[in-house]
């Protein structure tokens, strides 16, 4: 049976890499000064624990000092994006809390009025520091972990590097999230050698995109970084649905006639599936064990599992990969 990852192997993984070589590149504060948004209905305590666990997290697994105290703001009864704007040339980043998931247009109202890294999160992330018994705590400090994680990488963070350039010019993440009735359309990119270069967020009625708005914000995007691209690969979480494909379809024409991309270059679409019926381990002596991070096993030409979870950061159990597919016509 499947178990949690237990943060301090996780913590161990990565900090004697740290320890050993250094992080690839730290995170940078010019200015030393982090705003932390919130709902007022929120006791101020309960802000401050939160931000003092970002701190830990922040210090102690990407070697970066975030400020010693935060700059507050407790909305409704604070204008949030006026006093923002007031003295937004002095803030290096925000962390900005919403009460649940069903507030999408506060969401994205937070997305497009901070033009600094930030991170949105909802306050359900803070309360499992206090509804969690003690023995999962480790759940909390995880969620705290991919906080700051998001954050730093938005700052220019970089505790890890690639081996060698990706076969790709330009890496394109899409996810839809949210509530039934609320969906976000995440749109995240990076370049060749794993560095993050930005992300759109649009509203969403449905499960899958708009192939219109997917076309205008891809291309937008691909003209914004690159000047010339030879491959770009689309991860969708989940399944890419039929309207994203000819969204797609829409955005390589016009790179093509925008002499950006060429006939030749190559779009691949992959689907990234999270729940599937399959487990990653190895065999020795006749005993099974969990695989370490990172083994994959290729099914067949369009569909292989890897696993992100396992040796070390799994001291037990079997760990769920993912199922990577590669989607016609862009396989």
Not at 75 to 91: C, G, L, M, Q, T
Not at 267 to 282: D, H, Q, S
């Amino acid at each position: 049976m499947p178990v949690l990852p237990d943060l301090s192997q996780y913590g161990a993984a990565m900090k004697d890499s740290l320890r050993k070589l250094g992080p690839a590149q730290k995170a940078t504060f010019s200015s030393n000064k982090l705003v932390l948004i919130y709902p007022s209905t929120i006791a101020r305590g309960i802000m401050n624990n939160f931000y003092n666990d970002c701190k830990w997290v922040a210090e102690n697994f990407f070697k970066t000092h975030l400020p010693y105290k935060p700059v507050l703001y407790g909305y409704p009864d604070v204008d949030v994006r006026k006093e923002y704007d007031s003295f937004k040339e002095d803030i290096d980043a925000v962390i900005a809390i919403i009460q649940h998931e069903g507030e999408t247009s506060r969401y994205l109202d937070f997305k497009q009025w901070f033009d600094k890294p930030n991170q949105v999160l909802t306050y359900r992330v803070i309360n499992e520091r206090y509804r969690l018994p003690k023995e999962q705590r480790a759940r909390y400090q995880n969620l705290i972990l991919n906080v700051c994680a998001g954050l730093l990488g938005k700052m220019g963070g970089r505790p890890w590097v690639l081996h060698k350039k990706l076969s790709s010019d330009l890496c394109v993440g899409l996810d839809v999230g949210g509530e039934k009735k609320a969906r976000v359309a995440c749109y995240t990119f990076f370049d060749g050698y794993g560095n993050y270069l930005g992300e759109e967020w649009r509203p969403q009625r449905g499960e899958e995109a708009d192939p219109s708005e997917l076309m205008r914000i891809l291309v937008n995007a691909i003209k914004r970084h690159r000047n010339r691209i030879e491959s770009l690969v689309i991860h969708r979480d989940g399944e890419i649905r039929e309207n994203e494909l000819q969204g797609i379809e829409l955005v390589r024409r016009e790179m093509v006639a925008s002499k950006i991309m060429t006939e030749d270059s190559k779009v691949v679409c992959v689907n990234v599936k999270k729940a599937v019926p399959f487990r990653l381990y190895e065999i020795e002596k006749k005993k099974e064990r969990g695989c370490i991070v990172g083994s994959c096993l290729i099914l067949d030409d369009h569909e292989g599992i890897l696993a992100t979870i396992g040796v070390p950061l799994l001291r037990q159990g079997l760990g769920q990969p993912l199922l990577v597919e590669l989607v016609n016509p862009f396989d």
